[in-house]
């Protein structure tokens, strides 16, 4: 009996560590237009800043704009804060990419948050990682005078839109990450015969190529109405793409920079989900950036 009890105490130990949490499963809280199922670490601030061109060819790009060059579709810049191990709290300002059919709403404030509900384990007992994502995103533009725009404010809670998201994720091997992202997108005013309440289905992975270089991949899947397809293109000619993204991302010490390719102009989900209206087959993607630098303001640690 001695000997099967001082057996157990040394078994323990072993067995903690299959049960400790798969890390790294994504580099960074985002992976191109969609999120990872990352959050930040407790005390840490993460400062961001992430910009989309215009139109590399068809219409509105080529050597006029210096393949989208001289033009910016969107502009995030923001803030987020690990107030613990498994919650982040993120704050911003983008430019808005409004494309003047489906809407028109700029200058957009938002607020974020990030929960890790379920995290893989390396033992596979608990098989793939599950984050809880949200955000609350206000328009601070002037009200449009123009009844069938999204902008024709009537009260604040127009100006307001939002996204619940569910990221499922895991991590096969060091050299490769898959998540799923079913999303709900809420948005409280619309211009005419589109949708108040969206829903759409994000996939993303991630491909280690080097030891400080990945090549990271998402599209979205819109679940709008054939009704309301069919009217904006009747009405004005109007197509609804799913966006598409594809990049490098890279990893440098404290900074994680991530040149991208991609056809939604918009960067926040209240917009690229509902209201991407350029296709990669004629041109309408554009190159990108972001660039991340994470801060540890306290040396203490814990969940």
Request: hydrophobic share 35%.
């Amino acid at each position: 009996m001695a000997q099967n009890d001082l057996s157990k105490m040394f078994d323990e130990p072993v067995q903690a560590k299959e049960h400790i949490p798969v890390t790294a499963t994504f580099k960074s809280p985002q992976i191109i237009n969609g999120q990872s199922n990352e959050t930040m670490h407790k005390h840490d601030l993460l400062f961001v800043v992430m910009h989309r061109f215009g139109d590399i060819a068809g219409s509105y790009g080529g050597m006029q704009t210096f393949y989208g060059l001289d033009n910016s579709s969107d502009i995030l810049i923001g803030f987020d804060y690990g107030i613990s191990d498994r919650w982040s709290f993120g704050i911003g300002r983008t430019k808005g990419a409004p494309n003047g059919t489906n809407t028109s709403q700029k200058q957009l404030f938002y607020l974020k948050t990030k929960y890790r509900l379920l995290r893989q384990s390396i033992d596979n007992s608990i098989p793939f990682s599950v984050t809880l994502f949200g955000n609350s995103v206000t328009s601070g533009m002037d009200r449009l005078n123009l009844i069938t725009s999204d902008a024709d404010f009537q009260k604040f809670s127009d100006r307001m839109s939002s996204v619940t998201q569910v990221i499922i994720a895991r991590k096969f091997n060091d050299n490769f990450s898959l998540a799923l992202l079913p999303t709900y997108v809420r948005r409280n005013y619309v211009s005419y015969m589109d949708m108040n309440n969206l829903y759409g289905l994000g996939i993303g992975g991630r491909l280690k190529v080097t030891h400080r270089m990945t090549v990271v991949a998402d599209y979205f899947l819109s679940f709008r109405s054939q009704e309301s397809k069919d009217y904006f293109l009747q009405q004005s000619g109007f197509r609804f793409y799913n966006p598409l993204g594809i990049g490098l991302e890279m990893e440098t010490g404290g900074h994680v920079f991530n040149f991208i390719f991609t056809n939604s102009t918009a960067i926040l989900e209240n917009q690229f989900i509902p209201s991407t209206s350029s296709t990669w087959t004629k041109g309408g993607f554009r190159w990108g950036f972001s660039i991340s630098r994470t801060f540890t303001l306290s040396k203490k640690s814990g969940s």
